[in-house]
């Protein structure tokens, strides 16, 4: 394991770091754990800061019910989170800039970010963000990856004592009560998981919603996930993970679905769980690290995106496992290993991955 720690180190500084000789992470003692340094928070942090606030290109996903409700910029629509191409990526990337500056205060890019973060969410802005979620036609508007990323969003800012983070989060509860509310309408109908590697994998957002349910105490929310999650997923075996990836995954259909079964399972039910639903082939399977051909192309660059959701998986499935489980090794060394083959191609140059890779990469380090 030690030897892998110099060549992330490269890796990251080459294509991150033009200007510093400090490393962007490093790994604990016992290479368990990824650990981001000040200079990595501050060359991450900069991506979101590009475009937060930039209109456009914008890919809006919007259905319009008049000649007048179509001709709305994206800022007009959602007056919050109008930047960086889509809805979700500039959710998420609000909450990116909100956990590295809660981990590192003393960032250089503090003042832009509290600027940025103040004029963007505002009592105003996030009414006309909640308004638009009442329209019938729009009840399911980014549900539920969005909705997922907006609830993290809001449980970084509950574990913050921080006066700008008490006047966002009290901002933005409305919002997150627009979207809790139509959650709770949604489980009960939703009969069938929905299990592709992009944004409307189930698995995925239940994990964020419950982990938000959970900070924020909501025991009614927390346990109708929890019955859908055992629902959906207890009796799942055999999964075909050999059939991963697909060519625009950003996310692993089985890695996410243990990810949210060992927050649903006790120790001993995710382990027996877990035996059942991967193989010792699919597992070792989903080790090899995806083939990213071109970072140019919006949909192919999801490959990176897959990489450091894979190892965010990954690290958390492995501290459930027991320390003489040989996959509990095998989990963390792919984990440095997916880890590492993303971030230097983070910034690419290419805006279609620079937009919403970086908040991927800092959830993958800070877990």
Request: hydrophobic content about 45%; proline content about 6%.
């Amino acid at each position: 394991m030690k030897r892998l720690i110099p060549v992330l180190w490269v890796l990251a500084s080459y294509s991150l770091q033009a200007q510093s000789e400090k490393p962007l992470f490093y790994l604990n003692a016992d290479s368990s754990r990824f650990i981001l340094t000040g200079a990595g928070a501050a060359h991450l942090a900069a991506l979101p800061l590009r475009c937060i606030q930039q209109e456009y290109p914008n890919k809006i996903n919007h259905v319009a019910i008049s000649d007048s409700d179509q001709l709305q910029t994206p800022k007009q629509l959602h007056p919050a989170f109008y930047g960086c191409f889509d809805w979700h990526s500039t959710v998420h990337g609000h909450w990116m800039l909100v956990a590295l500056l809660n981990q590192f205060p003393e960032l250089p890019e503090a003042a832009l970010i509290r600027k940025t973060v103040n004029e963007n969410i505002t009592p105003e802005h996030i009414a006309k963000e909640a308004a638009y979620f009442n329209v019938p036609l729009s009840k399911s508007f980014e549900r539920t990856y969005g909705w997922a990323w907006l609830l993290q969003l809001q449980k970084e800012l509950l574990q913050w004592q921080d006066a700008d983070a008490v006047k966002w989060r009290t901002t933005l509860q409305p919002l997150c009560d627009t979207v809790v509310h139509l959650w709770m309408q949604f489980l009960p109908k939703q009969t069938y998981a929905n299990r592709t590697g992009v944004h409307p994998n189930t698995a995925f957002g239940m994990t964020l919603a419950l982990d938000y349910a959970r900070a924020t105490h909501n025991l009614a929310f927390e346990n109708a996930l929890i019955q859908s999650a055992k629902q959906l997923f207890l009796n799942d075996a055999n999964a075909p993970a050999i059939w991963e990836p697909d060519g625009t995954d950003f996310l692993s259909p089985s890695l996410e679905e243990a990810d949210l079964m060992r927050r649903v399972l006790n120790k001993p039910q995710f382990l027996q769980w877990f035996n059942r639903f991967f193989s010792k082939n699919a597992l070792q399977h989903l080790t090899i690290l995806p083939v990213v051909s071109d970072r140019t192309d919006l949909t192919i660059v999801h490959l990176d995106g897959l990489s450091l959701s894979r190892s965010w998986c990954m690290q958390g499935i492995a501290k459930e496992l027991p320390a003489v489980d040989p996959r509990k090794k095998m989990l963390q060394r792919a984990a440095i290993a997916h880890l590492n083959a993303s971030l230097p191609h983070i910034t690419s140059g290419s805006y279609g991955g620079e937009h919403w890779l970086a908040s991927f990469a800092v959830y993958a380090l800070l877990q």
